[in-house]
């Protein structure tokens, strides 16, 4: 495994937001990297000086971007499409799939609901969706079980939005797979900050924008389509950039669709997003997913220690294989707006979620950083 990097030296050199908040939201939208915002500047400024003439020095960008994902996700290129958004990539896969009056989609209650809208606009056609009841913030393997005999598709976060609880996705995939059952998986809270390897633990499906954890600009989104499922789908969402492009004097209207999963690109995608993108893309590569993902266990740690022994009510499953970056406490006496409130004035920045405070570090926060929420929450604010 590569050395542990310098995550003081890249929090100095990358991450100015540091100078004016401690930022802990990145399960809402992470802050841009120097390098990323100053490629995005770069790009603004080209373009503003040269138009259509700029194109050909940043459309390379798409491919190298391409390719950093699937080295992140441990794919291959070709099952790769950009979209903008995760909601993009899930809606993509729930019309592009030759749905049958019967089926049955199984998700999880207290999902995002951009995992749960594209699945409900199934019911005009006649599928059902079936909800999965989280214990206690824990979504068990048994009843994901019982609610898949007879279905067709599970569609799950892999890290839940609130509470940050993290399935098992060794042990999901598995199940998916004794099933026959296809497995869409909405990544948006757990790449960038936890490793993922598809190629270990494959899925059918796997979307997510690259806005939060991936430090990247609104607007850019990922699709990942298994290879082996490719052909069960019929793209609901066909344009001139999904076949194979050849020139603009030549256009076949019988072209068959690009092998790729470049079909489901349908047009012009954001390139200043993805030139942002790929610089944040090999920032967090060069750090490393484990190494990340160490670290911020460590932070949230550190926390969650801290303020079990102080009374509060840890809304995360504190369980080792369970974990993500999401650690959302709440007091049994003080409401969490009053806890929010206690944070913000202290410019530390954070979230309310289902009743909780949700808190969410990533590589370059500190010790410092969780021993100053903790201090912050201790305040009793003054009110008069
Ligand atoms: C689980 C989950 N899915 C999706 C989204 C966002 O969807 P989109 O990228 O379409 O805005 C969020 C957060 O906002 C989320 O927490």
């Given at each position: 495994m590569s050395s542990t990097p310098d995550f003081l030296a890249l929090r100095r050199e990358q991450f100015p937001v540091t100078e004016r908040y401690i930022y802990l939201n990145h399960a809402a939208l992470g802050p841009l990297p120097r390098r990323t915002a100053d490629a995005m500047a770069a790009f603004a400024t080209d373009f503003r000086d040269r138009g259509v003439l700029a194109e050909a020095k940043w459309t390379p960008a798409i491919e190298r971007t391409r390719g950093l994902i699937a080295q992140l996700l441990h794919?291959?290129?070709?099952e790769i499409a950009f979209t903008k958004n995760t909601s993009q990539g899930l809606s993509i896969v729930a019309n592009s799939i030759p749905w049958q009056r019967g089926d049955v989609v199984v998700t999880i209650r207290g999902e995002f609901p951009a995992n749960v809208y594209p699945w409900l606009a199934l019911r005009a056609l006649g599928v059902q969706v079936r909800f999965v009841e989280p214990r206690n913030g824990q979504i068990m393997i048994d009843d994901v079980r019982q609610a898949l005999r007879g279905a067709r598709m599970l569609a799950i976060s892999?890290?839940?939005?609130?509470?940050?609880f993290r399935i098992d996705l060794a042990a999901i995939t598995a199940l998916c797979r004794e099933m026959h059952v296809l497995l869409s998986l909405d990544a948006i809270q757990g790449v960038g900050v936890l490793p993922l390897d598809l190629a270990a633990t494959p899925v059918d499906f796997c979307a997510f924008g690259v806005?939060?954890?991936?430090l990247a600009p609104q607007g850019v989104g990922v699709l990942y389509v298994n290879r082996a499922v490719r052909d069960l789908l019929t793209p609901a969402n066909v344009g001139w950039l999904s076949v194979a492009w050849r020139d603009y004097a030549a256009f076949d209207y019988e072209s068959p669709l690009m092998e790729s999963a470049g079909r489901y690109e349908e047009g012009t995608r954001s390139l200043v997003g993805l030139a942002g993108l790929e610089q944040s893309l090999q920032l967090l590569l060069a750090a490393g997913p484990v190494h990340i993902a160490a670290q911020v266990a460590i932070l949230t740690d550190r926390l969650a220690t801290a303020l079990h022994e102080r009374g509060?009510?840890?809304?995360?499953?504190?369980?080792a294989n369970h974990r993500s970056g999401i650690l959302t406490i709440a007091h049994p006496h003080t409401p969490a707006q009053i806890l929010f409130d206690r944070l913000r004035v202290r410019r530390i920045v954070a979230a309310i979620r289902e009743g909780g405070v949700r808190i969410s570090p990533h590589l370059y926060n500190t010790l410092d950083e969780m021993d100053a929420v903790v201090e912050a929450l201790d305040t009793v604010t003054v009110t008069s």
């Open positions: 794919v291959a290129a070709d892999w890290v839940q939005y609130s509470t940050g806005q939060k954890w991936l509060y009510r840890i809304l995360t499953p504190l369980l």
